[in-house]
């Protein structure tokens, strides 16, 4: 049973993990808490709905999710051109992001409520079995579906962040935006770079999120608060923190709906990040974005 | 004025206290909170559940209620507060969807997600409201041109800066953020009083990012602009009820229209409606003093 909790926990914790990066992300280099990841979600989860229903045969779920991942950079760029463009140029502060990401995931929820209710939509089966078994164990084949391509995808983040030539280039616009312009940096490129990820993560997770539980307008809502607290735990801007923290959240959450029920689990989220505030600010990683003058 | 009419008055008047509250926080203090709702929520199930279970005046347990908000306000701001700003936004978001959480869970007490209705009727209410609203804004206002407040602005504008001239900044937050938790604490108790029944959905995320988005509009450095958009915001869709719109009632779309005004507000006029103007009575003084040294020259030739 341990073993079985132990699976599930780190499949849900990679998806928070997809999210809690995609966080992360955005954060590092514009310096802002994107809620609007939320909103992507849920408009990423039911792209993909629709996809996979409108033809017969359903089409494979990589290529849902693949296209599913296209959708969400347009939305992210689209995002950024409505709500973002314009407070870069005016260099308000800060608190004007907040704001304007905050609406953005406002409308998206309403609108989905408004188009198709508060009902929620299943997933039509995707597998031919929900598990298989590995000696005595029941594994869920969905679970470990979505491990292995969350995995796969934060590994090639983690190698396009570190290796390629626009990885260094973010993680310079991340340090300084005024100085690396200044080396000879496009940091607008970054920045529509960056939404690109950000809303591909969006897409990804959509699916998955979708597919594991079911469809419905506040599910990016519901989702995006817990990417939120594992990219605090792991330290707020942090790739590789955000990862573990989601993935201990993950497990730990698991454990905690198995032993004492559902619903207390935003309560203990919620005790478990004020700890974690007060006993280790910085986060995992121990980077810890001070403001400056 | 009919019942509805009054009833109408009496929402939006609950919602420029709240609107005030968030003010004295964002406005002033330059912090984003979006868990005030949490507050709300707070304040109005402890003050009708002890009202109800120990028989006490409602005078009596309000200040139980609004006391312990502005407690919890401490307690969650005590550790946050130092952090930076975003860390804040997110803790009082969590601490908003967990108070929703807990009252869920306390089915027993609060009759859960059914709502806990068992609520006293007041008489005069209509006077109680605009009595406390008139009081709240002219403390607020006061506060803005207060040392106080003037020491808030400097802390907005610049928190290091304001830092090195001796304005203890942390000291300063706290204090404004339980402020306006208390403040929040009495909206939420006028709305349980207005509408007889609380729900933990009425007192979600929602809420919060509402009053957040009515500041903005009117502006975050302007008492006036966010005593009139928190009025008339709340105010509109209802005078737009009968209006339809692709086959349902306009009411349905005003969340959405909220925000689209937020996003036309933010990229053409980042200051708000109201920007840093104040509707002031200098002008009437004004006026009449330069009338009264007409009449003296007048006498004076």
């Not at chain 1, 280039?169 to 939404?195: E, K, P, Q, Y």
């Not at chain 1, 029920?261 to 007060?278: H, K, R």
């Not at chain 2, 602009?225 to 928190?230: E, R, T």
Request: net charge positive; glycine share 10%; charged share 10%.
């Amino acid at each position: 049973m341990i073993f079985q909790l132990l699976i599930n926990g780190i499949s849900l914790g990679a998806v928070y993990a997809l999210i809690a990066v995609g966080f992360a992300v955005v954060f590092s280099v514009l310096k802002f808490s994107n809620f609007a990841h939320g909103g992507m979600i849920s408009a990423c989860a039911y792209m993909g709905f629709f996809f996979q229903r409108a033809y017969v045969p359903a089409p494979p779920i990589f290529v849902t999710i693949l296209v599913t991942g296209v959708f969400g950079m347009f939305l992210a760029l689209f995002l950024d051109l409505v709500a973002y463009r314009n407070i870069r140029k005016h260099k308000s502060p800060g608190i004007y992001y907040f704001l304007s990401s905050l609406t953005i995931s406002i409308i998206i929820e309403q609108v989905l409520n408004i188009r198709f209710s508060k009902n929620p939509y299943a997933y039509p089966n995707i597998f031919e079995s929900t598990f298989f078994m590995v000696g005595d164990l029941r594994v869920s084949t969905m679970d470990t579906m979505i491990m292995a391509v969350s995995l796969l995808i934060l590994v090639a983040l983690v190698l396009l962040i570190h290796k390629t030539k626009m990885g260094l280039a973010i993680r310079a616009v991340a340090i300084n935006a005024d100085t690396s312009r200044l080396m000879g940096i496009n940091s607008g490129v970054v920045v529509v770079m960056i939404f690109l990820i950000a809303g591909f993560l969006a897409g990804v997770s959509g699916v998955m999120l979708g597919a594991k539980y079911s469809v419905y307008p506040d599910l990016g809502q519901t989702m995006m608060v817990k990417g939120f607290i594992a990219s605090v735990i792991g330290g707020l801007g942090s790739l590789g923190g955000a990862i573990v923290a989601a993935i201990m959240l993950g497990v730990l959450e698991m454990f905690w709906t198995y032993f004492f029920g559902a619903f207390s689990a935003p309560v203990m989220l919620f005790v478990i990040m004020l700890l974690f505030l007060i006993i280790r600010p910085q986060g995992i990683s121990g980077k810890f974005a001070k403001e400056k003058v | 004025m009919s019942n509805y009419q009054l009833g109408l008055i009496i929402n939006s008047c609950i919602s420029v206290i709240t609107v005030t509250g968030v003010f004295a926080v964002t406005g002033l203090a330059g912090m984003f909170s979006l868990g005030q709702a949490g507050y709300l929520a707070i304040s109005s199930y402890v003050t009708f559940i002890l009202a109800r279970t120990f028989g006490l005046p409602i005078l009596v347990t309000a200040f139980i209620g609004v006391g312990l908000s502005a407690l919890s306000a401490y307690v969650i701001s005590v550790p946050t507060l130092k952090l930076r700003k975003d860390y804040f936004a997110l803790i009082t978001m969590g601490f908003g969807q967990m108070v929703t959480a807990m009252i869920v869970l306390l089915e027993k007490y609060t009759n859960g997600s059914i709502g806990y209705s068992k609520i006293p009727k007041v008489k005069s209410l209509f006077i109680i409201v605009i009595v406390i609203t008139v009081l709240v804004v002219f403390c607020i206002r006061n506060l803005k041109y207060s040392r106080f407040g003037r020491m808030c602005i400097a802390l907005k504008s610049d928190e290091i800066a304001a830092k090195s001239f001796g304005i203890d900044v942390y000291k300063l937050k706290l204090r404004m953020y339980v402020l306006a938790s208390a403040i929040a604490g009495g909206a939420g108790i006028l709305y349980g009083l207005k509408n007889r029944v609380i729900l933990p959905d009425s007192f979600g995320w929602n809420l919060s990012a509402e009053m957040q988005i009515f500041l903005f509009f009117g502006g975050t450095n302007s008492i006036t602009g966010a005593v009139l958009s928190g009025f008339f915001l709340k105010l509109m869709p209802e005078l737009f009820r009968t209006v339809k719109l692709f086959g349902q009632s306009l009411q349905e779309y005003r969340t959405i229209i909220y925000c689209v005004l937020i996003l036309l507000v933010i990229n053409f006029r980042p200051n708000g409606m109201m920007g840093e103007h104040e509707l002031s009575f200098a002008w009437v003084r004004s006026v009449f003093a330069k009338k009264k040294e007409h009449m003296k020259k007048g006498t004076s030739r």
